[in-house]
């Protein structure tokens, strides 16, 4: 592409473009002229029109008439910058090169550059060129931070899989070393009575199936009841309730845990055909709860 004077504009430009100009001819010649430069190019002949086709399509650049009836281009752009969803798209001034004034103000609302009249080709390529570049670097950045967002909440869900919430908040606001005593628990410990017998004729991977199918039932009735689960070691489950936050009932929650774990392993024998039981012990009185180590740690008691 080469414009009159013999200046190379370089190769053909790639996005979609708004242009918003109440005067027919304007907004013609400059439409046909970005067509030209390889851009997909829509028109809109006042700013309510304008505002319909954002709220209907994707653009990357919108280019805006500041003199118009109706909705002016300072109207237009005030509405697309207070909504959440459209005060992303990069907005081009239109404007005559006497509205200083305007043309500071519509900047200083969020306005990207702006275009003189009447066009100069080597500026108007230019300054779109540059609208475009940053808005393609601001998509990337979006794109990096949502990235590390879901790192981070993919980081929190395996922590708060290892450790109760409060604990976890407590690690993350700087506490070095974690070990609270509580005056009343009730400390829950259960065994598979027969899973030894059941696993010398299992295959390992057959093995691990059934006890994540229990345990991940102990869970389930765990959050339900209100108690912390501990950790399981072998085919034994442990669990506490009363903390880490205290509650009068922790009793009765651990007994009503014990009790719809007996009950759970009950459906279990009857979709798998096996003989389990369980053997459960509860136990209340004071305990010492804190991070136990500095690598693979555990929240235990």
């Known amino acids: 592409q080469t414009v009159a004077s013999g200046t190379s504009l370089g190769p053909l430009q790639q996005g979609s473009l708004l242009v918003v100009d109440d005067d027919p001819a304007n907004r013609d010649m400059l439409a046909r002229r970005l067509q030209r430069q390889g851009y997909n190019v829509a028109v809109a002949e006042s700013g309510e029109q304008a505002l319909a086709l954002v709220r209907q399509r994707k653009f990357d650049l919108v280019l805006l008439d500041m003199i118009m009836p109706g909705l002016d281009g300072h109207q237009v752009l005030e509405q697309l910058k207070a909504d959440e969803s459209l005060r992303h798209i990069p907005v081009l001034m239109i404007s005559a090169l006497d509205d200083i004034d305007g043309i500071v103000g519509c900047i200083g609302m969020g306005a990207e550059d702006y ?132 509650r009068p009932d922790h009793a009765q929650a651990a007994a009503e845990m014990a009790l719809a774990m007996q009950a759970e392993i009950g459906r279990f024998n009857e979709r798998r055909g096996t003989v389990l039981q369980m053997r459960i012990g509860l136990n209340t009185g004071p305990v010492i709860a804190g991070i136990i180590g500095t690598k693979k740690f555990i929240y235990d008691l």
Request: a neutral charge.
């Open 115 to 246: 275009i003189a009249k009447p066009f100069n080709p080597v500026f108007l390529r230019a300054r779109i060129g540059a609208a475009l570049e940053k808005k393609r670097l601001r998509d990337q950045e979006q794109v990096y931070l949502k990235r590390i967002q879901e790192e981070q909440e993919k980081a929190e869900r395996l922590l708060l899989n290892i450790l109760p919430r409060p604990i976890a908040d407590r690690l993350k606001d700087g506490e070095q070393s974690i070990a609270d005593s509580f005056p009343e628990v009730t400390v829950l410990f259960g065994d598979l009575v027969g899973f030894t017998t059941l696993s010398a004729h299992c295959l390992p991977g057959e093995m691990v199936k059934l006890l994540n199918e229990v345990f991940s039932a102990f869970d389930q009735l765990a959050g339900k009841h209100g108690l912390e689960k501990i950790k399981t070691i072998g085919d034994a489950y442990m669990a506490v309730s009363g903390l880490p936050t205290p």
